[in-house]
């Protein structure tokens, strides 16, 4: 199936633990973004990367590190959970051409973050 | 400051009425704006983008610069038209940045 994939779909996990989301596109886009949604359902972008290499990088604490081993994947890990780090992450992709950044980008089905 | 603000956060109308979900926005420069959209269980998707002028499953949505708006209309609503509506605008440097909106959930009643 072409598709951004994210795992896990639900995260549980308790303040102070570090967990960490994978996110997969197989549809040959050369970008790939992270977003936060809070509980009031407001989209924010965190980062994204361009084959590889970091191109926005918001005001995010330090806790939230990104890491894109290939095009194809950008997985976020995040040190030391707290509280207002539950929410829904979700994950996308998109296809540059020469000298611009689409803004067609293709969303995955996100991440429930809880934190207790 | 870049901001999309979308004022309703539900909107609720009847099948076959008309159906305009307002967008406003604040950008020093000639913005980009696009209206996203997800329907329950499914994921977030590129609805229109207002330098292509297209219709996509009957909406519309026209870019006034004057009034800083770009509102999302259709003349007459569907049930299937029920989902949530993101409205986003571009940043100012070329790198892919989009700045959401609130989002407003559109309920079309039976």
């Known amino acids: 199936d072409t598709a951004v994939s994210q795992t896990p779909k639900y995260l549980v996990t308790q303040m102070g633990n570090d967990k960490s989301i994978k996110c997969e596109q197989n549809?040959?886009?050369?970008?790939m973004y992270w977003y936060k949604q809070d509980s009031k359902k407001f989209l924010k972008i965190m980062f994204s990367y361009n084959n590889k290499e970091l191109i926005i990088n918001e005001t995010v604490p330090n806790r939230f590190s990104p890491k894109s081993p290939d095009k194809a994947h950008l997985n976020l890990h995040i040190n030391s959970l707290e509280l207002g780090d539950s929410a829904v992450y979700f994950c996308a992709s998109s296809q540059t051409t020469p000298g611009h950044f689409s803004y067609e980008q293709y969303f995955g089905p996100g991440t429930r973050l809880t934190v207790t | 400051a870049q901001r999309v603000t979308q004022p309703e956060k539900l909107l609720s109308v009847f099948k076959g009425a008309p159906v305009e979900l307002k967008c406003n926005y604040s950008y020093s420069g000639s913005p980009e704006l696009f209206w996203y959209v997800q329907y329950s269980r499914q994921r977030l998707q590129l609805l229109l983008r207002?330098?292509s002028r297209e219709s996509i499953k009957g909406f519309t949505a026209d870019l006034n610069k004057g009034e800083t708006s770009f509102h999302l209309k259709k003349p007459f609503a569907q049930e299937e038209d029920s989902a949530m509506y993101y409205c986003a605008l571009t940043g100012s440097s070329n790198t892919g940045k989009l700045i959401f909106g609130q989002g407003t959930t559109l309920q079309v009643k039976p």
């Open positions: 549809l040959g886009h050369d970008t």
């Open positions: 207002h330098i």
